[in-house]
């Protein structure tokens, strides 16, 4: 069973989703070992702008049936 994200790696997933392309710059609260982390565990893949990421479906994945879309929880 995946492990659920932590609330800020939650913010940050919302608004990557699988098209927006940021980085820890982009967010106040959460910084560069979040998003290390998330890379680690293969939530976000490095995107084609160095220092910024884009989601998977596996990081978008909370649950099984429930997947983030566009900053919503969709069941």
């Known amino acids: 069973m995946p492990q659920r994200p932590s609330n ?10 699988e098209d927006n392309a940021l980085g820890p710059g982009d967010f ?7 998003f290390a982390s998330m890379l680690k565990k293969g939530w976000v893949v ?5 220092g910024k990421y884009r989601a998977t ?4 994945t909370i649950h099984e049936g429930e997947i983030i879309f566009a900053g919503r ?3």
């Open 8 to 17: 800020r790696e939650i913010k940050a997933l919302t608004h990557l989703g």
């Open 57 to 60: 479906i596996k990081g978008l």
């Open 73 to 75: 929880l969709r069941k």
């Open 28 to 34: 106040k609260d959460i910084g560069e070992k979040v």
């Open 46 to 50: 490095p995107a084609d702008v160095p």
